[in-house]
Nanobody, 125 residues
Framework: QVQLVESGGGLVQAGGSLRLSCAAS????????MGWFRQAPGKEREFVAA????????VYADSVKGRFTVSRDNAKSTVYLQMNSLKSEDTAVYYC??????????????????WGQGTQVTVSS
């Protein structure tokens, strides 16, 4: 059983930056892939970024490519999402997720079997 706890959300002005963290516990963190998703009010949950078990492979949604960076520290069992040049359309609840049985990442939410509680990111214009 993997538990995930996100932190780092908040209110920021457009053009600003935030770094989200997701701390994992319960299984060997370095064995599985991690992803970030977000859900804005009235919209479906959407993929943001993902990283494989080693951190050697990352993938991003087109909407955040070049602005967001996903990374992980396996020694700290933590995955990060650095968000720069934030826009009002980035406002959402951000969730981290784990593919606890696979080292490779995925863009599909259904392929993740553990989720955090979410952290709110609000970007004011």
């Amino acid at each position: 059983q993997v538990q995930l706890v996100e932190s780092g959300g908040g209110l920021v002005q457009a053009g600003g930056s935030l770094r989200l963290s997701c701390a994992a516990s319960g299984r060997t963190f370095s064995a599985y892939a991690m992803g970030w998703f977000r859900q804005a009010p009235g919209k479906e949950r959407e993929f943001v970024a993902a990283i494989n078990w080693s951190g050697g492979s990352t993938v991003y949604a087109d909407s955040v490519k070049g602005r967001f960076t996903v990374s992980r520290d396996n020694a700290k069992s933590t995955v990060y999402l650095q968000m720069n040049s934030l826009k009002s359309e980035d406002t959402a609840v951000y969730y981290c997720a784990a593919r606890t049985k696979y080292g490779s990442s995925s863009l599909e939410a259904a392929r993740y079997d553990a989720w955090g509680q979410g952290t709110q990111v609000t970007v004011s214009s």
